[in-house]
């Protein structure tokens, strides 16, 4: 996993690139283990004759499983949870057991305190037998407002 840094306003600059943090492969587990803690039961998550029935090839990770992996990373990059003011996400693809997930950052701007910063996870991996997919793709872009110390 990651470990929280400690940023000050004095040590970042617009442009810098945060440090590429890498969470998986996801397993089913994780998926399940998920379902339990979110309480999102939908069957397409964890069944595979049902994720089937539906079109799927297989079962997914719900998108707010990543998106937790995003803001884990982001929380690390800049010391905390206590410094997230905002996290706005946006899903572009789904992500499937066996993916690794790449989250990187980019700063944007910085006003007084406030860093706007924008997100993204990328998915890894071959994704499901009889799906021709990139090796790798976004799958989660967003934005985020981040208040540190002096």
Not at 27 to 53: K, L, M
Not at 72 to 81: E, K, T, V
Not at 83 to 109: A, M, N, Q, Y
Request: negative net charge.
């Amino acid at each position: 996993m990651s470990t929280p840094r400690t940023m000050t306003v004095e040590t970042i600059t617009p442009g810098l690139e945060l440090e590429e943090t890498v969470f998986g492969p996801l397993q089913r587990v994780d998926i399940v283990r998920y379902a339990g803690a979110s309480g999102d039961f939908n069957p397409i998550h964890t069944d595979e004759g049902y994720a089937r029935a539906t079109g799927a090839p297989t079962v997914f990770a719900m998108g707010m499983l990543p998106a937790g992996y995003l803001a884990h990373a982001l929380s690390d990059w800049f010391g905390g949870p206590q410094h997230v003011r905002r996290f706005k996400i946006r899903f572009t693809t789904r992500v499937w057991p066996g993916d690794e997930l790449s989250c990187v950052g980019r700063v944007e701007s910085i006003e007084d305190r406030l860093v706007r910063v924008t997100i993204a996870a990328r998915r890894r991996g071959p994704g499901p037998d009889g799906i021709d997919l990139p090796e790798e793709e976004t799958a989660i872009v967003g934005e985020a407002d981040i208040e540190l110390s002096e």
